[in-house]
């Protein structure tokens, strides 16, 4: 195989994905959040639980921007700090009860919008997605 054709290949398709997903998210925030918040709120609620400095690297935003949105969202109480008992200046962010209540209506939207898009797929079609969803993860996308 050619590395320089299945690097190519790459590239357009994670351009794809980057479209696919602006798609899929479009206008799915609420207003009273920030695209910034809104990102960070995405994050939480794939990882489930996070730190400030994992928000900042994986998002690429400054960590004093970082803490600036983390700041704004706690007192939105879209999230939660809670603090390491055995390092207290250590502190994991999770959502509160109203920002999973926020996402969750995000990913609804999200979900219906991805149905539509895949609506007339086969089932072949779709296990074939699955699996090549599958292998991306674990072949190229793992930590």
């Not at 799915?28 to 400095?53: G, R």
């Not at 797929?121 to 074939?128: M, N, R, T």
């Amino acid at each position: 195989m050619n590395k320089n054709v299945l690097f190519n290949k790459l590239i357009s398709f994670t351009t794809s994905v980057h479209q696919v997903t602006h798609d899929l998210t479009q206008n799915v925030k609420s207003d009273s959040i920030t695209a910034v918040q809104y990102k960070i709120l995405e994050y939480i609620k794939v990882s489930q639980s996070v730190t400030s400095s994992e928000i900042s690297e994986c998002l690429h935003i400054s960590m004093p921007n970082t803490s600036r949105e983390i700041k704004k969202l706690n007192e939105k109480n879209l999230i939660e700090k809670i603090s390491d008992p055995k390092d207290r200046r250590k502190q994991t962010i999770h959502l509160s009860k109203e920002g999973g209540i926020m996402m969750n209506e995000a990913f609804a939207t999200i979900q219906t919008r991805f149905q539509n898009r895949i609506q007339n797929a086969s089932e072949q079609d779709l296990e074939e997605i699955e699996q090549a969803i599958t292998i991306l993860q674990t072949k190229l996308f793992y930590n």
